[in-house]
């Protein structure tokens, strides 16, 4: 995924209302209708935040007879996912290394007492 | 999330206290001392720095820990070799560090992080701020919290995306 659509899925996803309509749609497909009911806005509202989410690829509109359905697309989710996972995995990970290494060392330097005076 | 046999790993925590910074924060089991030692020294930074285990090691480790000196760290990996690289800004062993943090793919995106380490009861608190440069990289510091504040659980990302790509 090129870096300015990462960049727009974050900027989407950066306001409540959307996350939550996208929160939503992850437990299935469903009407404009359904999803504009429990956010207490009129429709043109709705519609303008759905019009952000799926410029960032984050949903997929489709009209069938006169409804109009939303559905959550997987990649873009699936992107930013990723990246904050990786981002939160490689420090979790840097910092457990960190903690048993520190064992390490704590272990030695008790050994090295005995020997030498403790440096400065 | 890790599966880890490492202690204090619960301590661990991830927030975003501005727009443009990331905070993690973890216990060690150690003074301050050695956990200021450990993070400014070659022979300690080999041993616990980046992904290690079979076919990872970090072969480079360049420390010139004065103010404006620099450092690089190569992480190896089956594939080949990430590098990060940077600027040593404030040095006040054991309390604080402040260096900036390039990821070698991105030039361009310098993140300056702040360590502060704090002493409880023998063991220390590492409070590591990371600052961001840019909107770009704002946006998505501040939405992967705020996805996480809203409940979305990336288990839940992980299984749809694959549910939907089978599809």
Same mark, same amino acid.
């Given at each position: #995924? !090129? ?6 899925? @974050?900027?989407?996803?950066?306001? /409540? ?12 497909? %469903? ?39 939303? $559905?959550?697309?997987?990649? /873009? ?7 904050? *996972? ?35 | ?15 975003? !206290?501005? =727009?443009? =910074?990331?905070? +993690?924060?973890? +216990?060690?089991?150690?003074?301050? $001392?050695?956990?200021? &030692?450990? #993070? ?10 980046? %992904?290690?285990? *079979?076919?990872?090691?970090? /072969? ?17 990996? !089956? ?9 040593? $800004?404030?040095?006040? !062993?054991?309390?604080?560090?402040? @260096?900036?943090?390039?990821? &070698?793919? @991105? ?12 002493? *409880?009861?023998?063991?220390?608190? +590492? ?5 961001? /440069? ?22 839940? +990302? ?10």
């Amino acid at each position: #995924m !090129p870096v300015d659509q990462l960049s727009a899925t @974050f900027a989407a996803l950066a306001d /409540p209302t959307r996350r939550a309509i996208l929160s939503r749609l992850l437990s299935g497909e %469903c009407s404009v209708t359904d999803l504009a009911e429990p956010f207490e806005m009129s429709m043109p509202a709705v519609s303008k935040h759905l019009r952000v989410l799926e410029r960032a690829g984050l949903i997929a509109r489709r009209r069938e007879a006169q409804w109009r359905h939303c $559905r959550v697309e997987a990649g /873009p989710l699936k992107e930013v996912a990723d990246w904050t *996972e990786r981002y939160r995995h490689i420090w979790e990970q840097r910092f457990d290394q960190l903690d048993q290494y520190l064992q390490q060392m704590k272990t030695k330097e008790t050994k090295r007492h005995g020997r030498n005076k403790r440096k400065k | 999330m890790v599966v880890t046999n490492a202690r204090n790993s619960d301590s661990f925590k991830v927030t975003t !206290p501005s =727009e443009q =910074e990331i905070r +993690l924060t973890r +216990l060690f089991d150690a003074p301050r $001392r050695l956990v200021f &030692e450990a #993070m400014t020294k070659c022979e300690h930074v080999k041993q616990w720095w980046g %992904c290690l285990g *079979e076919g990872y090691s970090v /072969p480079v480790c360049e420390i010139d820990l004065r103010v404006g000196g620099r450092w690089r760290f190569v992480n190896r990996h !089956p594939k080949g070799e990430v590098a990060f690289y940077g600027e040593y $800004r404030e040095i006040t !062993p054991p309390s604080r560090l402040v @260096f900036t943090e390039i990821f &070698e793919q @991105f030039p361009d995106s310098v993140s300056v992080v702040t360590a502060v380490y704090s002493d *409880e009861n023998g063991k220390t608190r +590492l409070t590591a701020t990371v600052r961001y /440069p840019s909107l770009q990289v704002r946006d998505m510091v501040l939405a992967s919290g705020m996805a996480r504040g809203a409940g979305i659980s990336y288990d839940r +990302l992980e299984e749809l995306a694959d549910g939907l790509q089978r599809s």
